[in-house]
Nanobody
Framework: QVQLVESGGGLVQPGGSLRLSCAAS????????MGWYRQAPGKQRELVAS???????YYEDSVKGRFTISRDNAKNTLSLQMNSLKPEDTAAYYC??????????WGQGTQVTVSS
């Protein structure tokens, strides 16, 4: 089973940028959809952005125009470029891989803190 490891989180000022990366231990070519979720303290985990193996993308309304998800099947990586960050983007970010009929695969998470 593929394992996922996130990196790239940290502390950034409002208006700044971060790039999150998710490295998979095996091929992601056939994985139906991969995504980034986030969970702030006291809140439910929410889907931020996803990309299907067809290339189709989804973005949560609050990140449209600021975040860009990309998937590199050759390098087995998933990335999330986050620009114009806001304090409300502060959360633990998790990489997810999903295939139909099988359990989701999650990474361990990486913390993003947006604060001055």
């Amino acid at each position: 089973q593929v394992q996922l490891v996130e990196s790239g989180g940290g502390l950034v000022q409002p208006g700044g940028s971060l790039r999150l990366s998710c490295a998979a231990s095996g091929s992601i070519f056939s994985i139906y959809v991969m995504g980034w979720y986030r969970q702030a303290p006291g809140k439910q985990r929410e889907l931020v952005a996803s990309v299907r193996n067809s290339g189709a993308t989804y973005y949560e309304d609050s990140v449209k125009g600021r975040f860009t998800i990309s998937r590199d099947n050759a390098k087995n990586t998933l990335s999330l470029q986050m620009n114009s960050l806001k304090p409300e983007d502060t959360a633990a970010y998790y990489c997810n891989a999903r295939n139909l009929g099988t359990a989701d695969i999650w990474g361990q998470g990486t913390q993003v803190t947006v604060s001055s």
